[in-house]
Structure formats: structure tokens, C-alpha cells
């Protein structure tokens, strides 16, 4: 659906839905781990599509999909075991015993474990789901971080040290992670599904776990539950990616074939789920300003109906030809329909939903889902066609991605007890299925008897009013604990990797930049031609079109947003299905969005179909029909989905910070995101608007194009000059700057609807863009102060010592074009808890500002920028995005050696030096919203 405003992003989930995979019930930020010696070769067993399976004489089992055109290495370590496990009365012990695995082993003590998972990988994650828990890597293909990743993970799964002194702490880490999943109005309907299905048992208990329960658990139980359940024949390694398989399986030998096989406890069975036997079969939740009807069928698992079902989401909501989407959307009985599923060892769920607004038939959206599902026409072999072939597309990138493959193969490990091969056995069935078989399956499923209804209302008035805060307690954090600061450690190991960094940088980009052809088009359009190999063999285009400046296109913010959405949707000959078509067809997309004074437009196909799809775009994008129905839809649905209440805390703090720093009149398309505006100047718009804009202003001069993939350059560029010599337009045009303003700090705390948490939004304004000298050292103070979820310093304090959040986000973001910059935290708080979270960044900007930084944190901090700057360059669709912004500023990319330099010259003194220059808290403006705060019009 259209966004009704380009800035709409300012206000970050105002219009998600969180339809989730509700597999990920539980999702913590965490690490990886590896330990010690050599025993017999692993044995391999079996193969297929060029994945191969090993097993160790212990039983451990490593999955490998090498992959030598990806510019990374995924490292998941599975075990088999997650919340199901978790004895009776004691929910939730997976899940904290995967918080605390990242607290050191016998080997690699404390802090160090988490200093060396930061220093070897370029991300660190893990999950506890009902059957499993997953520790999961994203690694340079540099055998020394690859061979240290293995090392940690084997001490992760036979040398863990579990400290109770780090239980209270990470029990309230996770009770913040449990308030933030239920605040998730999607989250609470399933818990309240799941408990219908099977009580407070099995599926019905939350992995992430119960807080009375988890504050029961002692350690010699956590200590057994380890033993019992982390062993070598309990657990698969999946690698995806570039590396040495004969390398890494030396590694996997030396440091996993010590590891003694234990005897692992039976696994948790669930009974069978007649869905027919559930009583309660309607479920409420009121939280949040969305409205909508889902409609979710529930059954024991049927292996006959696995693929049918897959199929579902494609052929009910796809657009234009979803069935839903056709009868709920189309008609305007609803904005928006969704189809989502979870097909497990143990059930089969498909999902149906469709988003409404206040002033829909809400009896009438509940009717047309259920007779849409239930007693709609039957698909016919068009359509059928048409989701096999994007379902094979998909199959194909997943392939060419490493992190999507390693996804793939773990999901598959687990819900087929192991056997990750029955992937390619679904994906054959499944294009084996006949219309009629889809039918029929989907019809002997989607019945009255495996349905449940779910109801999503805004929050009632009632939890909207401002509630009476209670004194809060003082927490006792960490630092109280008499936990003794760990000694510096070497800072060599850094030292080396910048210098390897820098050396292989340099090397990247001017190889790279070898095989670039730059120019200008006779009628001034830019250019940037990368004939290259991609990983996932397609070709990527990207035009970008300025025009008109600050005056020529007051209140016209909403016409260019719809203009982008109607441009490529329709053309005097080509209908939105026959777009659809070609695009599956090429297996891509064509998509465009406004893009400040301008649009964007993203083209990408398979490198064997780009011409021709390439072509058939520019004829659509020079001869849009605008249909008059389609304008009528989309802005029906915008207006639709911008009348709701905005009292969700985010929406209120990123609203009341934007309304805080604004500078510019409504009106302006720098003017930040308003409801009530957006709504006026939507209502306002034409069709006729639309077109005006497209002829006054499309096809102008001011506009730029990037393509990369595998083409010839030479007949490219003549097409170029073909299709692009009418593009002339002479309009004037002027980029919108947004030059630097000072604010001086404020602080507000306001009301929101009742959740529990609140949202915090801070921002510094800085005078500094991407060229200033201070910029380099500005970007590792960022990162020292909030990069690492566990060990930054707004880490340190926001979440280990006083669990006061679970996540948060730091940012720095420098203008390219003038000195104007900003600093920004947000973070989910626990609702009453503004005062102390807003004195917590207070203190740590206070210490940044009286002791500086460590030598350390700069080494680690520079080294850490570098390795992803470095790996950014190994990725052809990353260099494609670079390009786009460099034609703009007329650079290449031996440019951003001075950046690589400018970090790596870096010291201790200049990064303290930009944090008394520019670390000010005297400018540091901070929204808190919950429902203790202040009304605010």
C-alpha cells in the first residue's frame, strides 16, 4: 500500500503489522562458541544439490553449502532442545540458559567470550524456539575468524561456566524481552491460540519464558538442563557461504571429536491437536490503533496437506490476481489482506487477515474473510502456474544467500528431525501438484472445524489516560555487585586486522573501479555502467530523477508519492496483471517511490531476461496510464489507514520529537509526518494532479542511472542514449538541503496508551556532514557509545546493569552535502522507568565526557567499522547502491580510501577530543512517551 508520506518512515512501526513467523517466538541477541583437539575424520553421509551432511564418531553432525561467490560465512549451531524441554514449573530455562551462554567457558572466561565474538564475526545472534535453540554467526570468509568462530562454539557446547551472579540480571533481561513480545498485539493472539489448543502446557507455554517460574530455577538445575541436553549428539552445525570445506572440517575434527557423546533424555512428545475439541474459538485483543479480523486454521499435522498449504498466502492475497485481495480490497471492504504459515512437525496453521478501518463494515470485513476462505472459487491453472514459478524464483535466490540457505537448512533440521533433504523432496511435490489437488487440499483444510477467529481493536479509551506513577524502587545494578572491571586487554590483535583491512580495501576498490564505465548522456543524464558477476545472477538498475525545487513543489509531497506508486502499475498497453506476469516471468521486480524532490525507480531481473524486461519497464515508465481506478484505490486506502488513533508510545515519541525540532511550514516536503495534515493533502489530491505533476516534471534532465550485473557495457550504453535522448526536461531544480540548526536541550515526557513499555527518542543536532574533518572520529564514538547491543556503553548501562531495556538503537547519520549531522538513541523502556532510563544516557555521556575512552574500544571500535566497510565491497548489489549516491556527488570509488584512513589514523585522544567538542548534553533533546506522562495537543 502507498505511504501516504515519504517522511512517514520518521515514525518507525506507525504501520507495521508484526505478522510475524510466529516460530521466532523468542528472539535474543546473543553469540556463538567453539573448543578443542583431533580425532577421527568425519565420515560423510550423505549429499544432495550440493550440500553435504559429515558426522563425527561422537554423533555431532555438520551440514555444508559452500558457496565461493558469497562475501560471507553463516554459522548456525543447533540444538535439540528448546522450551518443551523445559521441566514443569520451570518455563523458561532454555531460554536462559541461552542468555547465559555467552558469559565465558572454562577457556575463554568472562567478558573475553563476547570480546572475541565481536572481534570475529560481523553479527552474532540466537534464538530459543519450542523444539530448539540456535546459535547463529555472520562471518568474514577469513579462516582465522572461522577456525576462532568453531573454537568458541565447542567451548559454547562442552566448557560453559554458568554464574548465578549473572541469573537476576538476565531474568530481568528477559522479563523486558517478554514485555516487549506482548506488547505485540499479534504475539498476544497467539499465546492466546496456543493456550486454547493446549493449556499452559506444551505449545501453550511461551519459550521466552515465565518470570515467576524462571526466578524458581536454582543452578544445579540450569547445571543439569545443560549437561542433559548440549552435546555433541544432540546438536548440527550448519556452514553456508565461502569457505574451505577441507579446512573447516579439519577444524570441526580437532575441536569437536574430543567432545564425548552423552545419553540425551527423551524428547518432550506433543499429543496429537484435533482442532475440533477446542472450546474457545474467539479471541480479543485490544491494544495498539489497528483494526482487523483474522481468521486462523489449526490442525494436527497432515504431511498430504503441507504443500497445498504453502501455496495459500500466493493465491489468496498475491496482487492483482489473490483471490482475497480481489474480493476484500479491490471492492474496498478492507485496506489490506495478509496470509502467512507455520507448517511444523506437530500442526499445520495457516493464517488470514485483512486490515480494516473505522469506517469499514466491520460485520461485513469478518464476512467476506470467511466466505473469501471458505466458499470462494476454485484457482485455476493460470494462477496455480504463476505461484509455482515465483516459488521457484525464490528457490533460486535462496540459493545464491547464504543467510536465507542457512535459515532453510536449520528450519528444516529441526522440524524434520534432521533430515534437511526433505526440502528438496516438498519443492518437488510441490510442483508436482495438480489445480485440482490444491483445491482440494486447501478445501478439506480451510473448514469451519480447524478455525478460530481473532479480533484486533485499538486500545479502549480508558487505558489512553495518564495513570498515577508509584515511587520506583533504586535498582541494584550490577556495578553494585562487586563485579571487578576486567583488565585491559592487547590491543595488537586489532592493530593487525585494521592494517589487513586497509590492504585489502585498498586492493577492492580499485580493482572495482577498473571495471566501471562513467559518463554523461548528450542530455546531461549521469551514468554508472558495473559489468559484473552478481551471487544471485541478476542485474540491478537504479534511476533516480530530480526535479523542481522548494517552491514549484509546495503541497505536492502526496502527488509525488502517488505519482510513484501509478507509474508503474499500468500503461496504455500493458494491464497491472500483465506487469505482474513479466515480472515473475524475469524473475524480479519493478518498483518506484518518491525520493525527496524526486523518484526513484529499482529494476532487477535475472541476468538472461534484464534486456527484455529492462525495455519493457522503460515503456510503462514513459507511458503510465494513471488509471483512474487505481488512483481511487490507493487513495482510499491511505486515507484509510491514516484514520486510527496514534497513541502507540513509539508513534508518539518519533510524532512529539519531529513536532519539537521542525523548522519547516506544512507544505514543505521537508515538513515532518502529521496525521491531520497527510489526511488533508490527500483528500485534496486528483487523478488530474497526478498526471499534471508526470508531465510538468518527469523525464527531466537532473536524473542519474547504475547498472550492475552481467551485460555488456558496450550495447547497453546505446541503449541508454536510445531511450533516455528525449529525457530534457528543463524545469528548474534545486536539491532540498537541510542545512544545521542548533537546539538547545529539552526534555518531554508524554502521554501514550497504556503498554508495557515506553518509548524513548533522544536526538544531538551536530554541525559536521560526511566531509568534515571530525567526521571519522565522530563515527567510532558512535560506535563505542551504541553499536553492540552487550557491549557498548549505552549496552552496559541501559541493559546489563539495569535492565531497563531490552533492545535500543544508536545512530549517526552526516549529511553528504553540508555540515549538518545528528546523533540519535531510542529504546523500548519499561513503562515508568523514563526518569531513570533518560538519567542512564545522562550518566553515560557524563563518564564519556570526564574519562574519555579506552585504547581499547578504539582499536576495537576502528577495526570493527573497517571489517564491515571492507565487506561491503565484497558484495556487487552494495557497490551497485554506492554508485547511485556517487553519481550524485561526482565520485568514484577510490574515494573512500580517505574514509579507511582517516579511521585507522585514528587515536585515543582524537576521539576523546570530538566527544568534549561535540558530546553536549546542554543540546541533547529527549522525548519519553508511556502512560505516565503529560497530555500533549
Known amino acids: 500500500m502507498l505511504q501516504s508520506c515519504k517522511r ?26 567453539v573448543g578443542a583437539t583431533t580425532f577421527a575424520q568425519p565420515v560423510l553421509v550423505k549429499s544432495e544439490q550440493q550440500i553435504e551432511e559429515y558426522r563425527l564418531d561422537n554423533g555431532f553432525r555438520v551440514i555444508l553449502a559452500p558457496n565461493a561467490k558469497e562475501n560471507k560465512v553463516v554459522m548456525s549451531t543447533i540444538y535439540f532442545t528448546g522450551s518443551l524441554n523445559d521441566p514443569q514449573g520451570k518455563g523458561g530455562m532454555a531460554h536462559l540458559l541461552e542468555h547465559l551462554a ?127 541436553w548440549y552435546a555433541p549428539n544432540n546438536a548440527v552445525m550448519v556452514l553456508t557461504g565461502k569457505f574451505d570445506k577441507a579446512q573447516v572440517l579439519k577444524q570441526i575434527d580437532q575441536h569437536f571429536s574430543p567432545l564425548a557423546k552423552r545419553q540425551i533424555p527423551a524428547q518432550v512428545k506433543v499429543p496429537v491437536l484435533d482442532a475440533r475439541t477446542i472450546k474457545n474459538r474467539d479471541f480479543l485483543v485490544q491494544k495498539g490503533s489497528q483494526l482487523a479480523k483474522f481468521n486462523i486454521y489449526l490442525n494436527g499435522q497432515n504431511g498430504q496437506h503441507k504443500t497445498a498449504l504453502a501455496l495459500a498466502p500466493y493465491l489468496y492475497t498475491m496482487q492483482p490476481s489473490g483471490h482475497l485481495y480481489q474480493g476484500m480490497v479491490e471492492t474496498g471492504i478492507s485496506t489490506m489482506v495478509q496470509s502467512t504459515t507455520w507448517l511444523d512437525q506437530d500442526f499445520n496453521l495457516v493464517f488470514m487477515g485483512a486490515l480494516y478501518a473505522p469506517t469499514h463494515n466491520a460485520k461485513q470485513v469478518e464476512t467476506a474473510l470467511q466466505q473469501g476462505v471458505e466458499q470462494g472459487k476454485n484457482f485455476n491453472q493460470t494462477e496455480l502456474n504463476r505461484v509455482k514459478t515465483l516459488i521457484r524464483n525464490s528457490q533460486d535466490s535462496l540459493f545464491s544467500n547464504a543467510s536465507a540457505l542457512a535459515g532453510m537448512l536449520s528450519d528444516y533440521v529441526v522440524s524434520e528431525q534432521g533430515n534437511w533433504a526433505q526440502y528438496f523432496v516438498h519443492q518437488q511435490e510441490l510442483q508436482a501438484l495438480t489445480v485440482d489437488q490444491v483445491n482440494t487440499r486447501l478445501q478439506q483444510f480451510l473448514i469451519p472445524e480447524h478455525r478460530m477467529r481473532g479480533h484486533i481493536q485499538p486500545t479502549p479509551e480508558e487505558q489512553k489516560k495518564a495513570q498515577q506513577q508509584q515511587a520506583a524502587e533504586p535498582l541494584k545494578t550490577l556495578d553494585q555487585m562487586d563485579v571487578q572491571a576486567e583488565p585491559l586487554k592487547d590491543i595488537s590483535s ?26 554523461t548522456l548528450a542530455n546531461g543524464m549521469k551514468y554508472a555502467l558495473f559489468p559484473t558477476s552478481t551471487r544471485d545472477d541478476k542485474t540491478y538498475a537504479t534511476i533516480i530523477v530530480d526535479f523542481g525545487n522548494e517552491k514549484s513543489l509546495f503541497n505536492q509531497g502526496e502527488i509525488i508519492d502517488l505519482m510513484a506508486y501509478l507509474m508503474l502499475r499500468a500503461s496504455d498497453q500493458y494491464s497491472l496483471q500483465d506487469i505482474a506476469d513479466k515480472s515473475i516471468d524475469a524473475g524480479g521486480s519493478a518498483s518506484a517511490q518518491a525520493n525527496s524532490n524526486g523518484v526513484a525507480i529499482s529494476i532487477v531481473a535475472k541476468k538472461d531476461k534484464f534486456d527484455e524486461f529492462f525495455r519493457f519497464v522503460l515503456e510503462i515508465m514513459k507511458k503510465p496510464l494513471f488509471e483512474q481506478a487505481q488512483f481511487d484505490l490507493i487513495k482510499a486506502q491511505s486515507l484509510a489507514s491514516l484514520d486510527r488513533p496514534y497513541t502507540e508510545p513509539e508513534t508518539v515519541a518519533a510524532l512529539n520529537m519531529a513536532r519539537l525540532i521542525e523548522r519547516y ?30 508531465r510538468q516534471f518527469f523525464a ?80 567510532v564514538m558512535s560506535h563505542i557509545l551504541g553499536d553492540s547491543q552487550l557491549t557498548s556503553r549505552l549496552a552496559q548501562e541501559l541493559r546489563e546493569k539495569n535492565a531497563l531495556v531490552y533492545s535500543f538503537g544508536s545512530s ?19 513503562a515508568g522507568k523514563a526518569a531513570q532510563l533518560s538519567q542512564a544516557v545522562h550518566k553515560v555521556f557524563q563518564e564519556l565526557r570526564k574519562n574519555g575512552v579506552t585504547a581499547q574500544e578504539v582499536a576495537a571500535a576502528k577495526a570493527d567499522i573497517l571489517k564491515q566497510r571492507v565487506t561491503a565491497l565484497e558484495d556487487e548489489r552494495r557497490i551497485h547502491r554506492m554508485l547511485v549516491a556517487q553519481l550524485e556527488l561526482d565520485r568514484d570509488l577510490p574515494y573512500r ?9 585514528l587515536s585515543k585522544a582524537d576521539i576523546d577530543a570530538v566527544i568534549q567538542k561535540y558530546l553536549l548534553p546542554q543540546h541533547w533533546v529527549e522525548v519519553m512517551a508511556d502512560q505516565y506522562g503529560q497530555p500533549v495537543k
Do not use: C
Open 494 to 519: 586489532y592493530e593487525q586486522e585494521i592494517q589487513q583491512y586497509l590492504h585489502t580495501s585498498k586492493q577492492a576498490l580499485s580493482q572495482t573501479e577498473a571495471k566501471i564505465q562513467r559518463g
Open 897 to 905: 580510501e580517505k574514509r579507511d584512513q582517516a579511521i585507522a589514523r
Open 812 to 830: 549517526l547519520s552526516l549529511s553528504s552535502f553540508e555540515n549538518s549531522g545528528a546523533l540519535s538513541v531510542s529504546a523500548n523502556y519499561t
Open 102 to 228: 555467552f558469559k565465558g567457558t572454562q577457556n575463554v572466561p568472562g567478558d573475553e567470550f563476547q570480546r572475541r565474538l565481536n572481534q570475529y564475526t560481523l553479527s552474532n545472534n540466537a534464538s530459543t524456539d519450542y523444539y530448539s535453540t540456535k546459535y547463529l554467526n555472520t562471518i568474514r570468509p577469513d579462516q582465522t575468524a572461522i577456525n576462532e568462530m568453531i573454537y568458541l562454539e565447542a567451548e559454547r557446547m562442552d566448557k560453559l561456566v554458568l554464574q548465578e551472579k549473572f541469573v537476576p540480571a538476565e531474568i530481568a533481561i528477559v522479563k523486558r524481552e517478554r514485555e516487549v513480545r506482548m506488547d505485540q498485539p499479534y504475539a498476544v493472539l497467539m499465546d492466546q491460540v496456543w493456550k486454547a489448543a493446549y493449556g499452559n502446557q506444551y505449545l501453550g507455554r511461551l519459550p521466552i519464558g515465565d518470570l515467576n517460574e524462571l526466578q524458581s530455577i536454582q543452578m544445579p538445575e540450569l547445571q543439569r538442563f545443560y549437561r542433559n
Open 700 to 779: 527531466m534532465d537532473h536524473a542519474r542511472i547504475a547498472i550492475t550485473g552481467d551485460y555488456e557495457a558496450k550495447p547497453v550504453l546505446k541503449l541508454l542514449q536510445q531511450q533516455f535522448a528525449t529525457w530534457n526536461g528543463a524545469q528548474p531544480y534545486q536539491r532540498l538541503s537541510v542545512p544545521y540548526n542548533s537546539y538547545a536541550a529539552q526534555k518531554q515526557h508524554v502521554l501514550s496508551e497504556q503498554r508495557e513499555f515506553g518509548s524513548y527518542q533522544g536526538v544531538m543536532t551536530l554541525p559536521v556532514g560526511n566531509d568534515h574533518p571530525d567526521a571519522a572520529a565522530l563515527m
Open 8 to 33: 512517514l518512515q520518521q515514525v518507525k512501526g506507525i504501520e507495521k503489522i508484526m505478522l510475524m513467523r510466529f516460530k521466532q517466538l523468542s528472539l535474543s541477541l546473543l553469540i556463538m562458541g
Open 665 to 694: 511550514q506544512p507544505g514543505d516536503l521537508r515538513y515532518h509526518f502529521e496525521p491531520e495534515f497527510a489526511k488533508q493533502q490527500l483528500t485534496q489530491a486528483s487523478n488530474e494532479k497526478v498526471k499534471q505533476l508526470y
